[in-house]
T-cell receptor, first 117, second 111 residues
Framework: AQTVTQSQPEMSVQEAETVTLSCTYDTSESDYYLFWYKQPPSRQMILVIRQEAYKQQNATENRFSVNFQKAAKSFSLKISDSQLGDAAMYFCAYRRGPQGGSEKLVFGKGTKLTVNP | DGGITQSPKYLFRKEGQNVTLSCEQNLNHDAMYWYRQDPGQGLRLIYYSQIVNDFQKGDIAEGYSVSREKKESFPLTVTSAQKNPTAFYLC??????????FGPGTRLLVL
């Protein structure tokens, strides 16, 4: 079974600085998708960024970028120019590829990010 | 506005009572999902539906039931067979069955 591990239960960063959140996963599949979701205090899960495993280029969305290391099964999230609104729980998630059958997202346990003014 | 709505925001259940959580989307997405989140945990899949009148069990379907009579709606019933229903419930939908977009959630508490 696929598993997702987030080894940092909590992280903190100064406003305007850069922070990297770690995620590793375990799978025997070659085709899959990886996601980072943000859950602010409102508790709604908000998609931050998505990466397809077949793409070598790391995904980027404005201040958010990933470092996808397929061989190492690592998928870290870098937040640049951190803002107070970035404070939230961040979840890494895995989904098998389109031929994989199961629709589910497998989530890590999350990293709580605090942004200090 | 297009999006996913869940109601109610808070729901209280008495012992032995069935309760139904609503999930509606106007995004024209075919696939819809129900997840449960417990404190300090990620989300776990309860049920999902790829198309109207069809749905599949997820990892923790026991004690729950769903229906998918309309494309826009995917209600979840928490039955009396679910012995530990206190949790945060999130509904999601997907246009491509790859990326899932979530609603605001319902918190269920047992009286």
């Amino acid at each position: 079974a696929q598993t997702v591990t987030q080894s940092q239960p909590e992280m903190s960063v100064q406003e305007a600085e850069t922070v990297t959140l770690s995620c590793t996963y375990d799978t025997s599949e070659s085709d899959y998708y990886l996601f980072w979701y943000k859950q602010p205090p409102s508790r709604q899960m908000i998609l931050v960024i998505r990466q397809e495993a077949y793409k070598q280029q790391n995904a980027t969305e404005n201040r958010f970028s990933v470092n996808f290391q397929k061989a190492a099964k690592s998928f870290s999230l870098k937040i640049s120019d951190s803002q107070l609104g970035d404070a939230a729980m961040y979840f890494c998630a895995y989904r098998r590829g389109p031929q994989g059958g199961s629709e589910k997202l497998v989530f890590g346990k999350g990293t709580k990010l605090t942004v200090n003014p | 506005d297009g999006g996913i709505t869940q109601s109610p925001k808070y729901l209280f259940r008495k012992e032995g009572q069935n309760v139904t959580l609503s999930c509606e989307q106007n995004l024209n997405h075919d696939a819809m999902y129900w997840y449960r989140q417990d404190p300090g945990q990620g989300l776990r899949l309860i049920y999902y539906s790829q198309i109207v009148n069809d749905f599949q069990k997820g990892d923790i379907a026991e004690g729950y039931s769903v229906s998918r009579e309309k494309k826009e709606s995917f209600p979840l019933t928490v039955t009396s067979a679910q012995k530990n229903p206190t949790a945060f419930y999130l509904c999601a939908s997907s246009i491509d069955r790859k990326t899932q977009y979530f609603g605001p959630g319902t918190r269920l508490l047992v009286l």
